[in-house]
């Protein structure tokens, strides 16, 4: 299912050991976003499966998922919609606590950001232990939408979140992975 990748594009990321906790292998995009080339080619992979099926809107986790999502939207001619950590969208919201590899935190997203049943991929640079993914696909299913997909640029399959968001019926999507953590 996950789309082939060039070395190109996986060389494109930097890996900074240690940030934002001893232990993590932090795998920074910015390196990725600021080569020309390999955000195109990001943008257009992530593109890729969904291309030719309706996609109403793409649903961006704040805040690397932001960045590829405005221009997955963009590209799809979808709306799209930001997930956001709490406390920063002005208007009503339906909110989640959620973990991820490094801490816990708590997302929201507009209540009427989706009309209902809308056909809503989620787009963010990283899956590692699928604690955002998760919160996000029940976040925007609380508020009637029909996640057809979760696209991501990088997995990390030894901490086990594309499987879990599988196992929520929801297709996952990545273009490169990293082994260890
Ligand atoms: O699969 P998980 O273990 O849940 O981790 C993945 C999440 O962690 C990172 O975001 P982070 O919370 O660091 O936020 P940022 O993009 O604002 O830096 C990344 O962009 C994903 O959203
Ligand atoms: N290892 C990692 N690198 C970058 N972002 C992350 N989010 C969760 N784990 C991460």
């Known amino acids: 299912?996950?789309?082939?990748y060039s070395n190109d594009l996986k060389q494109s990321?930097?890996?900074?050991p240690d940030y934002?906790?001893?232990?993590i292998l932090f795998r920074d995009i910015t390196t990725l976003l600021g080569d020309a080339r390999a955000f195109r080619r990001a943008v257009d992979e992530l593109v890729q499966p969904?291309?030719?099926?309706?996609?109403?809107?793409?649903?961006?986790?704040?805040?690397?998922g932001f960045i590829l999502g405005g221009a997955v939207a963009h590209q799809l001619?979808?709306?799209?919609?930001p997930i956001r950590k709490k406390g920063?969208?002005?208007?009503?919201?339906?909110?989640?606590?959620y973990s991820l590899e490094y801490g816990v935190d708590e997302m929201e997203v507009h209540s009427d950001a989706i009309h209902a049943g809308e056909r809503v991929i989620i787009i963010d640079d990283l899956i590692a232990t699928g604690g955002t993914a998760e919160g996000a696909v029940k976040l925007?299913?609380?508020i009637g939408a029909n996640v057809v997909a979760a696209c991501f640029v990088i997995d990390l399959p030894d901490l086990g979140g594309a499987k879990k968001?599988?196992?929520l019926g929801v297709p996952v999507r990545t273009l490169m992975t990293f082994d260890g953590h």
């Not at 299912?1 to 082939?4: D, K």
């Not at 969904?50 to 690397?64: L, P, S």
Request: overall charge positive.
């Open 140 to 142: 925007l299913k609380s």
């Open 165 to 167: 968001i599988e196992a």
């Open 1 to 4: 299912m996950n789309a082939p």
């Open 77 to 81: 001619s979808a709306g799209f919609v």
């Open 50 to 64: 969904v291309a030719g099926t309706k996609i109403d809107k793409v649903a961006g986790i704040e805040a690397r």
């Open 20 to 23: 934002p906790k001893p232990g």
């Open 88 to 97: 920063k969208l002005p208007h009503k919201t339906a909110s989640i606590a």
């Open 13 to 16: 990321i930097r890996t900074i």
